[in-house]
């Protein structure tokens, strides 16, 4: 009996791990598209397209790969993980759940600077990040990612917002 508990605990905890394992994976993808569906100011236009991550998470590698050799207008993206102390010069400042509670901090490190604040977890841009993830249930009962955005968050940073990028989110 206790060969089959521990075999099921096992098997959900590996089940477990591939699911976030996956969403990482979309995430990855979808900070990837932010680049390209959003239009930085002209001080941001040259270099690489930085994305700093600020919290305990596999995403920089992904985003790294999924961006090797697939530059956006002509800049290469570049993921690092970050401290709050680090959180400056780049494009995308993506907050992983786990430093949520940091929210606050992140906007005051950042004042003025034309960077995007992207949370892992849900509903955060009503306190004033740009996007949010979210995940809800399609009609099979399969749980998707989507994004939430706050247009008024996202402009405070002089970022400009794409039709495509609104027509794929959930304006908050």
Excluded at 123 to 138: H, Q
Excluded at 152 to 172: P, Q, Y
């Amino acid at each position: 009996m206790k060969k089959i508990i521990i075999l099921f605990v096992f098997t959900i905890l590996t089940s477990l791990s591939f699911v976030k394992a996956q969403e990482n994976k979309f995430e990855a993808i979808f900070l990837y598209n932010f680049t390209r569906q959003l239009g930085w100011p002209e001080a941001y236009r040259s270099g690489d397209i930085i994305i700093k991550v600020f919290g305990e998470t596999d995403i920089v590698d992904q985003i790294n790969d999924f961006a090797k050799g697939n530059p956006v207008y002509g800049q290469n993206i570049v993921a690092k993980s970050t401290s709050i102390d680090g959180i400056s010069d780049c494009h995308i400042v993506y907050i992983t759940e786990d430093k949520s509670n940091e929210l606050e901090n992140v906007i005051a490190k950042i004042g003025m600077q034309s960077i995007l604040i992207v949370t892992e977890e849900a509903n955060l841009v009503s306190k004033g990040a740009g996007i949010s993830f979210t995940r809800e249930v399609d009609i099979d009962g399969e749980q998707i990612l989507r994004y939430q955005y706050n247009t008024i968050n996202i402009k405070k940073a002089d970022i400009k917002l794409s039709s495509d990028f609104k027509s794929l989110g959930i304006e908050f």
